[in-house]
């Protein structure tokens, strides 16, 4: 199982699709965990509209953090990060297993597409 995991501060304005790109995965063997930052909109309740684990923070602090809590609430073998704002694609979540079936790999990255959902993309 691989366990997505999505720090995420004040991301009401993209966490809806980024869930919704999960949920299109054609590699259905995953969770998915939300660690809301102490965001200040309603980031966890978007959250939890997408049957994903949502925990939260009392106190902002910071992406490193989040990541850190999330992986330690993880149950798959494989913990994938991704941000709030990423959409992945259908077969990202099958491609990154079968990278880490090979015993010498021990981490993938992921690159951005060419299409990317900012035109400001620099400044983000």
Not at 6 to 28: F, H, M, W
Not at 90 to 110: F, H, I, N, S, Y
Request: proline residues 2%; contains cysteine.
């Amino acid at each position: 199982m691989i366990s997505v995991v999505i720090p995420a501060y004040n991301a009401s304005s993209t966490l809806g699709d980024c869930l919704r790109a999960i949920r299109q995965s054609s590699y259905t063997d995953y969770e998915v965990i939300v660690v809301d930052d102490h965001s200040t909109d309603d980031t966890a309740d978007i959250a939890a509209q997408h049957d994903c684990q949502v925990l939260r923070l009392e106190e902002n602090l910071g992406a490193a953090v989040a990541k850190n809590l999330g992986a330690r609430e993880a149950r798959g073998d494989i913990v994938l990060f991704t941000d709030a704002d990423i959409l992945l694609q259908a077969d990202t979540l099958r491609l990154v297993t079968q990278c880490m079936v090979d015993p010498k790999v021990t981490g993938v990255v992921g690159l951005l597409g060419p299409d990317l959902r900012y035109n400001d993309f620099g400044s983000n």
